[in-house]
Structures are given as structure tokens and as C-alpha cells.
Nanobody, 124 residues
Framework: QLQLVESGGGLVQPGGSLRLSCVAS????????IAWFRQAPGKEREGVSC????????DYVASVKGRFTISSDNAKNTVFLQMNNLKPEDTAVYYC?????????????????WGQGTQVTVSS
């Protein structure tokens, strides 16, 4: 069974950067597509970015395109989310999730495994 653990969240000023990590154990991460989701206070969880090594797919939602970069390190069984030029509206709990493929609608029903989440707060 795959287990996912996120880290790297914290408090950052607007315009700053953070790199989130999603470390997998139990199975090889490249067997799955790995997506990052986020949930802001009072809002529904939304998909942010997805990477699938097997399909060569990488996707970003419009609100983060050009600012966030998703990548993977198979040797470390880890997926990263580099977040630059952060904005207050990026404040949320960020989750990584494993599914068979990257889905354009980030359908949570297709997610097999979730991490526990890491808090990102963007504030001056």
C-alpha cells in the first residue's frame, strides 16, 4: 500500500517561494500519477498540478501556470511542487494524491491515496 507524506509548507510573504515535497513509501511512486490538491479555508478542495511519468503528462491549472513547477525524483520516490511568486490566494492546505492517471478535472473519485497535507500561508 502506498503511503504519502508531504512537507515543505510554511509561512511566506507575497512574492516568495516554497518547495513542497511528497515522499512515497510502500510502492514505487512512478507507478502512479501524482497530483497536488489544495483546500483554502471555507472553500472546496481543488486540483493544482499533476505529473504522470508513465504517460509523460504534466498539467497545471490556470491559476498557477507559470508560477508553479511539478517534478519528480524517482530515485528518492518523491514528487516536488516548486511554488514561486506566491500570492495570498495560494494560502491553503496542500495535499498530494496518487491516482492511475492525471485527470483534467482532477476528479477526487479517481484518487487511490492521499497524504495528510501541509499548510501553506502567504501573508505579509
Amino acid at each position: 500500500q502506498l503511503q504519502l507524506v508531504e512537507s515543505g509548507g510554511g509561512l511566506v510573504q507575497p512574492g516568495g517561494s516554497l518547495r513542497l515535497s511528497c515522499v512515497a513509501s510502500g510502492e514505487r511512486l512512478d507507478y502512479y500519477a501524482i497530483a497536488w490538491f489544495r483546500q483554502a479555508p471555507g472553500k472546496e478542495r481543488e486540483g493544482v498540478s499533476c505529473i504522470s511519468e508513465s504517460d509523460g503528462d504534466i498539467d497545471y491549472v490556470a491559476s498557477v501556470k507559470g508560477r508553479f513547477t511539478i517534478s519528480s525524483d524517482n530515485a528518492k520516490n518523491t514528487v516536488f511542487l516548486q511554488m514561486n511568486n506566491l500570492k495570498p490566494e495560494d494560502t491553503a492546505v496542500y495535499y498530494c494524491a496518487a491516482s492511475p492517471f492525471c485527470y483534467s478535472d482532477y476528479d477526487e473519485d479517481e484518487v487511490n491515496y492521499w497524504g495528510q497535507g501541509t499548510q501553506v500561508t502567504v501573508s505579509s
